[in-house]
């Protein structure tokens, strides 16, 4: 790595940090908002613990899809699927990923944004299982957080639907997910 790749790369890493506290709208089991950064850690556990060992499926870009997924967070924060502005919310990322990669070597950049552009469309097994499981992470934190109160837990039903449908694996996380949200509907509130 040449001193200008290494410059580079650290000012890229040095930018990734704000994902720590970039927040999205849900919220952890103690009721803090969760940051992108715990939700693509946890996305890339799902990914190890249920992807790996799936047939025609490579572990290793399925991971890396899972840690860029959202990179572009770090430039214009979390849009929430219920957002009106979650209409754009793959081109604003699209831009968001461009600057913050620009610093990178060449080589390294091209690879991150082919993998999130293919991510993006679910344009391979390992995409199609990313998109996927980056949906269930989400259904799962909704139904472990301590939510405020009047958190629309039926949301969950539809969200991401049709992502979690194309693989067999994730249509039966699904179920269960599924099942868990009835439970929160139907308890009491807290």
């Known amino acids: 790595m040449t001193p200008d790749d290494l410059a580079g790369t650290l000012a ?41 060992g799936i047939e025609g499926i490579d572990g290793l870009k399925l991971l890396k899809m899972c840690l860029i997924h959202d990179l572009g967070e770090a430039v214009g924060g979390d849009i929430p699927a219920t957002d009106p502005r ?10 968001d990923l ?52 009047g958190f629309d837990y039926g949301f969950n039903l539809a969200y991401g639907a049709t992502h979690t449908a194309r693989h067999p694996l994730t249509a039966a996380v699904r179920a269960v997910l599924d099942e868990e949200t009835r439970a929160r509907m139907a308890a009491p509130a807290e």
């Open 86 to 95: 979650a209409a754009d919310k793959a081109a604003q990322e699209r831009r």
């Open 98 to 149: 461009h600057a913050l990669t620009a610093e990178l070597p060449p080589a390294r950049r091209d690879e991150i944004l082919r993998l999130w552009e293919e991510y993006e469309a679910a344009a391979s097994p390992e995409a199609i299982l990313a998109k996927a499981f980056d949906k269930l992470e989400t259904i799962l934190q909704h139904n472990r957080g301590l939510n405020p109160p």
């Open 12 to 52: 890229f890493l040095r930018r990734t940090e704000a994902l720590k506290s970039t927040l999205r709208s849900g919220t952890t089991a103690s009721g803090r908002r969760e940051s992108t950064a715990e939700h693509s850690w946890r996305l890339c556990l799902m990914a190890m613990v249920l992807g790996d």
